[in-house]
């Protein structure tokens, strides 16, 4: 089971319309396994307003991650989202196409990853991803912003081993890069933390 407790965060308010931000009504999502389909997030609904916290608290294996991975829409191959209506600042989620959720994926809607681990290219050194993550790929900005940022939460001790691969950083160094760059650096209008 998931439960719910919210609270406000910043300067709360409706978005246009009176709409909520995120509105996820009845969600379903199933696994396909070789033991058949396994219910992983079911009839899930909640509302999120705009400056809003709201955390999901439930036991491991209660389909926290795959609620968030489906939001994100970048569930695994075997998983579907078989039922459910997801609204996001008025857009209806579920019926964008790819390059439509593209879009939205990191400037609009971030995501700080469970296992930062696996989030991450294991051939590619770390800076040069998060520099992905910052400034699109190939962009020219990225290095002097990235700078710039994880100095100002404290990770200067980090920037010169940037050219290192996930594997030779720690698990809680790499989530507080990920989390300065999908959070302080993106800014995003919903965050959707799976380790906060
Ligand atoms: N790729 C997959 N294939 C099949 N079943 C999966 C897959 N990923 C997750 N599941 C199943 O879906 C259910 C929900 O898993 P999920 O990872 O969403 O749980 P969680 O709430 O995030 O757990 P935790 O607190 O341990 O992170 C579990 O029963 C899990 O075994
Ligand atoms: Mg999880």
């Known amino acids: 089971m998931v439960a719910a ?20 009504r009845d969600l379903a999502v199933t696994f396909r396994t070789r033991d058949g389909e396994v219910p992983a997030v079911r009839e899930v609904s909640f509302e999120l307003a705009r400056g809003e916290i709201l955390g ?18 970048m569930l695994p191959r075997n998983a579907a989202i078989t039922a459910g209506r997801v609204g996001f600042d008025g857009t ?9 959720m593209r879009r939205l994926r990191g400037d609009r809607i971030g995501l700080i990853p469970q296992r930062p681990m696996t989030s991450l290219s294991p051939a590619t050194p770390v800076g040069r991803q998060l520099r992905w993550h910052l400034d699109g790929l190939d962009g020219p900005d990225g290095a002097g912003r990235l700078s710039e940022l994880l100095g100002g939460v404290g990770l200067d001790a980090l920037l010169d081993r940037l050219d290192g691969y996930p594997f030779e950083f720690s698990g809680g160094q790499l989530q507080r890069l990920l989390i300065a760059v999908a959070a302080l650096g993106k800014q995003p209008d919903l965050l959707l933390a799976d380790e906060p």
């Open 56 to 73: 999901l608290v439930g036991e491991s294996g209660s389909g926290k991650s795959t609620l968030l991975t489906a939001l994100m829409r």
């Open 5 to 24: 407790s919210r609270a406000a965060a910043g300067a709360p308010g409706p978005s246009p319309a009176g709409l909520p931000l995120l509105s996820v």
């Open 92 to 100: 209806d989620l579920l019926s964008l196409r790819e390059h439509g």
